[in-house]
């Protein structure tokens, strides 16, 4: 984009947008039979693949595919390293057949872990890329729908994709970095660092 910066910070030239670049192509035709002139720029969506995840980055965001009988958070993982995402937000809509949750009890500082193994929908997704002891830690919370309609929901430790994994990666170039707080028992925000 850095291109493109400049050529909008050039007084003389008029940029026109289009969505398709076959649209583009034309208009610029047209104009330059017009005008005696005419150029087209286009962006490509860049295609990736990793271990378990297929991802297209347009512009700063990431939309990223984990397929069936995949590990969500293993994908998931493996796709933030791999791109070298320091920080950042996900959101994501899916299927399982099994996922361990995890609720956090302030009293005891204790973990309690449960594992539900029956096909739920992922019907939401939400969590945040920050860095834990050097390295990239994604804290991830989900909804999931059972066949009876009701829901679970917790923090989420893993799950297995059975069906579609859909996921919006949106990185943003900043450290930010989290700091277990001993009293409570969990990592939080150090925005001193
Ligand atoms: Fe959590």
Redesign the pocket.
Known sequence: MVLLDQLLANKNLQLIGCCKELNAAYAAEGYARANGCGAVITTNAQTLNGEHWAAKRVEDAYIVSIPDKSSLVEALNDFVIAQKIKAGQITGVGASNEAIL?F?NPATKKYVDKTFAEQMEISNLSGNISEVDGKPKL???VTLGRRDYTALTG?LLDAKIRGAGEFFVYPIDAKVVKVKNEEVGLDFYDFED
């Open positions: 995890r956090f804290h991830l919370h923090h």
